[in-house]
């Protein structure tokens, strides 16, 4: 049986092949992940559709392919030359069962670090491994193989004094298409930032107060993302040059409000759309989001989770970030920057108090929002994210 690239994405021309996870000769099984293929945008992964054996893998790690191009071949039903090696074939089967149950960023990651995934215990449903448990594998692994490496040390200190090394690791189909995205939004675009910030002690009551009956309603915990996403949502229909892009000499403005919001993957930065903000309330966002960053996690977002997107929001506070001036994801014209909370002291009504305050940042495309336009709609979100009700009543 011939094993073909998938039809790739509209607008996707090439791929290239990640990762093997058989070897020629190794036993494999029906649904068995074979191969993992990465676009500009996603990885996808081909399996086997039968029983039997890898035969001849045609195109290595690495290798640039074309959609449904036969990139190897699998003997199905070959299983009489494994039956005189049962012994052996056994725990091959195991490993290659255990290694189907991997995401693709797990598999990549214990690739990376020379592990072997049967030593690792998994917490995931049905004791899957994840990204975790790896990692604390990790955290906990080193410690004995030092203790034996000492001795080796001492016997031969010259080979390891001054030991200077540097590793050469091909940039990634995403990483390329980001380092291209962002270098065409600098090149091609007056961008400009604006700043603000804002008080989050308000919404941080309201969610103390009525975390755990929202929770016990919808079944997912009240985060800051949906705040955010619908002070956006409603800044956006007050400001639709916000909501509008450039195409050629034309403005295109959008009677429809959706809005990307950047995920930090394994792979690198993505950018899944949350369509039709204006029509969700805050537990649709909270488990919308969820979904996506899950799916951005597990290597599992389509094109079409990826494609369109009025506005961006990103959020470096969870990494830390006290400002930043975020670029903007062409062909959108704006994107917001959230930070880290951080408790300042402000002065209200003359008096000094310690408020837990965030900076806000706004960069924009100076060819369709002017000055005016880009501090009312920073503006607007200040005043929503301080007073919570004024979204409920679209004051």
Request: charged fraction near 25%; include cysteine.
């Amino acid at each position: 049986m011939e094993i073909k690239v998938p039809v790739l994405p509209e607008s996707v021309a090439d791929a290239t092949i990640a990762t093997w996870h058989v070897k020629t000769g190794e036993a494999v099984s029906r649904d068995q992940v074979l191969v993992d293929i990465e676009t500009d945008k996603v990885v996808l992964e081909v399996v086997a559709q039968a029983d039997g054996v890898m035969g001849e893998i045609v195109h290595a790690e690495g290798a640039t392919v074309l959609a449904e191009q036969v990139i190897g071949h699998l003997n199905a039903g070959a299983t009489a030359a494994a039956a005189p090696v049962a012994a052996a074939a056994a725990p091959a089967a195991a490993s290659a069962d255990a290694d189907d149950a991997l995401t693709p960023s797990v598999r990549r990651l214990i690739a990376e670090k020379g592990l072997d995934a049967s030593k690792i215990q998994g917490s995931g449903k049905n004791g899957r491994v994840t990204k975790e448990d790896v990692e604390k594998f990790l955290s906990g692994a080193p410690a004995a193989p030092a203790a034996k490496a000492a001795p080796a040390a001492v016997a031969a200190p010259a080979a390891v004094v001054g030991d200077r090394s540097q590793k050469r690791v091909p940039m990634t189909r995403l990483r390329k298409t980001i380092a291209n995205r962002l270098l065409e939004a600098k090149n091609s675009t007056a961008m400009l930032t604006t700043f603000n910030e804002v008080n989050m002690k308000p919404i941080m009551e309201l969610r103390k107060q009525y975390q755990d009956v929202f929770e016990k309603r919808h079944g997912i915990r009240l985060g800051f993302m949906s705040f955010y996403v619908k002070a956006v949502t409603e800044a956006l229909k007050r400001f639709p040059e916000v909501n509008a892009a450039i195409d050629g000499d034309d403005i295109v403005y959008h009677n429809y409000f959706d809005v990307s919001i950047a995920v930090s993957t394994p792979r690198g930065l993505v950018t899944p759309v949350l369509r039709d903000c204006d029509k969700m309330n805050l537990a649709e966002i909270e488990k919308a989001i969820k979904e996506l960053a899950l799916k951005g996690r597990d290597g599992k977002l389509s094109m079409d989770d990826l494609t369109g997107g009025n506005f961006t929001i990103t959020n470096g506070g969870v990494f830390g970030s006290l400002m930043s001036t975020p670029i903007i994801n062409p062909p959108q014209s704006a994107i917001l920057g959230m930070h880290k909370i951080q408790d300042r002291v402000m002065v209200v009504d003359g008096k000094m108090e310690i408020l837990p305050m965030m900076y806000l940042a706004l960069s924009y495309d100076h060819r369709i929002i002017d000055g005016k336009e880009s501090v009312g709609f920073l503006v607007t979100i200040k005043e929503l994210l301080e007073d919570p009700t004024r979204i409920l009543l679209d004051i």
